[in-house]
């Protein structure tokens, strides 16, 4: 079952009242009703994204579920090797030859990937005028995929900065203490009367 629900997008990549139109364009079986029969509803926001497939053998027939959203992770630079593999197909260079069903892409190990180009200069329109060219769609992909894999990383950030500035200001009080607390018998000088 899909873990995001459309009230995610929200304040991330849409307004609210977007957001409510996309979930309404769905239907969403629920139930029961007073007679103990399901029946479908126009979707809201609290409703998970509708499954992509209808079971789990569909599921793993396509190998490409969840390609990208793995290696934006499990790889060291992953969101810049998911971007270079999306905007990096190339012809093949002089002496390089590809087998029927390849696409050469310098970025995949190898040089060969089964997976033809995605993206086209001006495939998409986006509302605010913004030019759909080949690497403005893969940055918005690759970051789409980098969300979708950890939609509570900017929570959990700014749930860090605020831990550090509390126990920061915890600390200075407790130094601010010591420094209190002891100063007195830092302070104190002994005299010795040293008799010869």
């Known amino acids: 079952m899909s873990l995001i629900s459309y009230r995610d997008l929200v304040g991330v990549a849409y307004t609210e009242e977007e957001t409510k139109a996309m979930a309404a364009e769905i239907e969403v079986e629920d139930g029961p009703n007073d007679e103990g029969e399901m029946f479908t509803r126009p979707g809201k926001l609290s409703d998970r994204f509708p499954k992509p ?22 790889r060291h630079n992953g969101q810049n090797y ?13 002496g390089i030859s590809i087998r029927d069903g390849l696409h050469y892409n310098p970025y995949f190990p190898g040089g060969a990937i089964a997976m033809p180009k995605m993206l086209n200069d001006g ?44 126990l920061s200001l ?26 010869n």
């Open 123 to 166: 495939a998409v329109e986006y509302e605010d005028g913004t030019p759909a060219t080949e690497a403005q769609m893969g940055k918005d992909v690759t970051t789409f995929l980098a969300w979708a894999a950890e939609p509570e990383m900017e929570e959990r950030k700014l749930m860090g900065f605020k831990w550090i500035f509390v």
């Open 53 to 74: 497939y209808t079971n789990e053998e569909a599921a793993s027939f396509n190998s490409s579920t969840g390609a990208f959203s793995c290696p934006s992770q499990a």
């Open 170 to 195: 915890a600390l200075l009080q407790a130094a601010y203490y010591r420094r209190l607390r002891w100063s007195v018998l830092k302070s104190r000088k002994l005299v010795l009367d040293v008799v």
């Open 82 to 94: 998911v971007f270079a593999l999306l905007t990096g197909y190339r012809d093949p260079p002089a």
